[in-house]
């Protein structure tokens, strides 16, 4: 099952309100670039704890990690990460003030893209 892990701070209020709000959205724009049913995608956010937060360093508010395993039908590179990023900031309206990071893996390829507001 492909899966997205959205990694966030405990006090990243906007990026969580964008991640609630778009949520369904972001799993239809992987589906759409990937062989996949958006009922076949699960998406799982993870809080950072103060802690956690306190113990990391160069911490991105939120982290996009998309797992395709094993799918033979596409490629993963950069390019492929800058058109899914596209389609993220062309349909999700909450996303395009937020810096987030999306990286993609495909086993054995994977590609990474940046948005800063």
Do not use: Q
């Amino acid at each position: 099952m492909p899966h997205i892990h959205a990694t966030l701070p405990f006090n990243a209020f906007a990026e969580r309100e964008a991640l609630k709000v778009h949520k369904e959205d972001i799993v239809r724009i992987l589906a759409e670039f990937s062989p996949y049913k958006p009922d076949d995608i699960l998406l799982e956010a993870k809080i950072l704890t103060r802690e956690e937060v306190e113990l990391s360093v160069n911490l991105v508010p939120l982290v996009f990690i998309i797992d395709l395993g094993t799918c033979p039908e596409i490629s993963v590179d950069d390019v492929y990460a800058g058109m899914v990023r596209g389609a993220l900031l062309r349909r999700c309206s909450r996303l395009r003030l937020i810096h987030f990071i999306l990286w993609i893996k495909r086993h054995p390829d994977n590609g990474v893209a940046e948005h800063k507001p």
